[in-house]
């Protein structure tokens, strides 16, 4: 369709005096859908050619500008790629899930695939007759909430990818609730950008109506832009050294996934067989913060790394995320230009131009659709599932502040910090301890007992006073040296261990 100017035609004078007469001096550029029913029963259902360019060319602008013949092809097209993407997501996720491998992200991108496939084939058959403002509406729709999906999906990879840098504060409940609110936020930013792409078409508008309608259009461009911008910050901040805290934390890795290549599946029922050994497991292994699969790591894996994984390293992923936001980028800034002129059709500037909006939506999701697949982001950015709940309702027995001798090397808590501090007090009073008593009994096993002879054994005594009894030197008892050993060791105080002198020394604790 050809730019209209701004003469005065026979088009200018009818809706003039449509919106004038019949509509209250409706603002031009509203209520196409009754504008197009009007017209109808005026002219029947062959509306004149100038009557529709008119109206089409005193619309609000659109991201692509209004499609006409040259649009078929090209929306066709993009519509069988995105169908071919889809059918390649669902065979992956088809795969992963015969081998219990739960990647749900998938989903989200067959149902974008689904949305753009859509969005196209009813671009190309708005295209044939541009008086089907409904069906464009929903084609315009399904263009333009894709891009919103993508940028979630993205913002869930880059969650994970900074939960696996930063443990300690990935699985924090702070930000977690600040994560659940910006998801919320943006079921919202959808239900208000459909809506204010909706009403300026279906009913006549004021002239203010329209313009607060059109600043609504103008803040949802912008908090798209924002909500992309959040999977930029999240990974510079995955960029950041971990903190001592997140080297600390036991973290819960996919150690069964050995490769991230392009053809690569894991294992069938690996990931149930991985829980099953949580059985018998202690808590803080059950409980560990679940993070995505990588080789070089800087905290405690509940499980030793196999040889045979491979270098998974996430340079690539970060790479991934970040090309990928920056073309979703692209899109979502060139429409907010286009937004924000808010011209008339006719009046559309270089932003508006249906090449450069098939460059950004089609092709620029294109390649991100296969650097998702190619780049296996299923595998990346697969995290562990819960665990089940019989595993996760097991109870230790006898829990203490020590650890199992499969925990830690050095034997503290390093995911407990509070308890990190007390064991080493407590290790550091052992072993003073054991090396007094080993000195002790160095000093019992020494052959020169006469140097505790003039040791009076009475002042040791504090029973009831007792009388002093002399006995001849043919009725002293004689002592050998283990009960010496056993008067020197024995405590200034009664205990429960204390026995008569004539038992059993089988039975005594301090048998030599």
């Given at each position: 369709m050809s730019q209209a100017n701004d003469a005065y035609t026979a088009s200018t004078g009818l809706l003039n005096l449509i919106t004038t007469s019949l509509f209250n001096g409706a603002a031009e550029g509203t209520g196409a859908v009754k504008l197009v029913s009007l017209a109808r029963n005026l002219f029947g259902q062959n509306i004149p050619p100038a009557v529709v360019a008119y109206v089409v060319s005193i619309q609000n602008n659109l991201f692509g500008s209004y499609p006409n013949s040259d649009d078929l092809a090209p929306s066709i097209a993009f519509a069988a790629i995105f169908g071919i993407l889809m059918i390649i997501h669902v065979i992956i996720f088809a795969i992963n899930t015969s081998r219990g491998h739960y990647f749900y992200i998938s989903l989200v991108w067959i149902v974008y695939?689904?949305?753009?496939?859509?969005?196209?084939?009813?671009?190309?058959?708005?295209?044939?007759?541009?008086?089907?403002?409904?069906?464009?509406?929903?084609?315009?729709?399904?263009?333009?909430?894709?891009?919103?999906?993508?940028?979630?999906?993205?913002?869930?990879?880059?969650?994970?990818?900074?939960?696996?840098?930063?443990?300690?504060?990935?699985?924090?409940?702070?930000?977690?609730?600040?994560?659940?609110?910006?998801?919320?936020?943006?079921?919202?930013?959808?239900?208000?950008?459909?809506?204010?792409?909706?009403?300026?078409?279906?009913?006549?508008?004021?002239?203010?109506?329209?313009?607060?309608?059109?600043?609504?259009?103008?803040?949802?461009?912008?908090?798209?832009?924002?909500?992309?911008?959040?999977?930029?910050?999240?990974?510079?901040?995955?960029?950041?050294?971990?903190?001592?805290?997140?080297?600390?934390?036991?973290?819960?890795?996919?150690w069964w996934i050995e490769s991230f290549a392009p053809f690569y599946f894991v294992k069938k029922n690996a990931a149930q067989e991985a829980e099953q050994t949580f059985m018998k497991r202690n808590s803080n292994h059950r409980h560990a913060t679940r993070v995505i699969a990588a080789t070089h790591h800087h905290y405690h894996s509940v499980k030793g790394l196999n040889n045979k994984r491979g270098d998974l390293t996430h340079s690539v992923s970060m790479g991934l995320l970040i090309i990928t936001t920056l073309l979703i980028l692209i899109a979502a800034i060139g429409r907010c230009i286009v937004v924000f002129q808010a011209r008339q059709d006719r009046y559309r500037g270089g932003a508006a131009n249906k090449y450069f909006m098939y460059v950004v939506w089609g092709v620029f999701e294109a390649i991100i659709n296969i650097l998702y697949i190619v780049g296996r982001v299923d595998l990346r950015f697969y995290r562990p599932d819960v665990l089940p709940e019989a595993v996760r309702a097991i109870i230790t027995a006898e829990q203490t502040y020590y650890p199992s001798s499969d925990e830690e090397e050095d034997g503290f808590h390093r995911d407990r910090p509070e308890t990190y501090a007390k064991l080493q007090e407590r290790l550091a009073m052992e072993q003073k301890y054991n090396q007094q008593h080993h000195d002790e009994e160095s000093a019992f096993d020494d052959d020169h007992t006469d140097d505790y002879d003039d040791i009076n054994s009475e002042e040791w005594d504090f029973g009831a006073p007792k009388e002093k009894i002399s006995t001849s030197s043919d009725e002293q008892i004689p002592f050998n040296n283990n009960e010496k050993k056993d008067q020197k060791t024995k405590l200034p105080y009664p205990t429960s261990h204390d026995k008569d002198l004539h038992f059993n020394d089988a039975e005594s604790e301090f048998n030599f």
């Open positions: 695939c689904i949305m753009k496939v859509i969005g196209f084939a009813l671009r190309a058959d708005w295209a044939k007759d541009i008086t089907q403002i409904n069906k464009g509406l929903a084609g315009e729709v399904f263009l333009i909430v894709p891009v919103i999906i993508i940028v979630s999906a993205n913002l869930i990879l880059a969650q994970r990818l900074f939960t696996w840098r930063h443990p300690v504060g990935g699985s924090r409940k702070l930000f977690w609730a600040f994560m659940i609110i910006l998801y919320a936020f943006v079921v919202i930013l959808i239900a208000v950008t459909i809506l204010a792409s909706f009403v300026p078409y279906l009913n006549y508008l004021s002239w203010q109506s329209y313009r607060n309608w059109i600043k609504t259009v103008q803040f949802t461009a912008i908090m798209v832009i924002v909500y992309s911008l959040t999977s930029v910050a999240l990974i510079g901040l995955s960029f950041w050294l971990p903190t001592s805290k997140d080297e600390k934390l036991y973290t819960y890795q996919p």
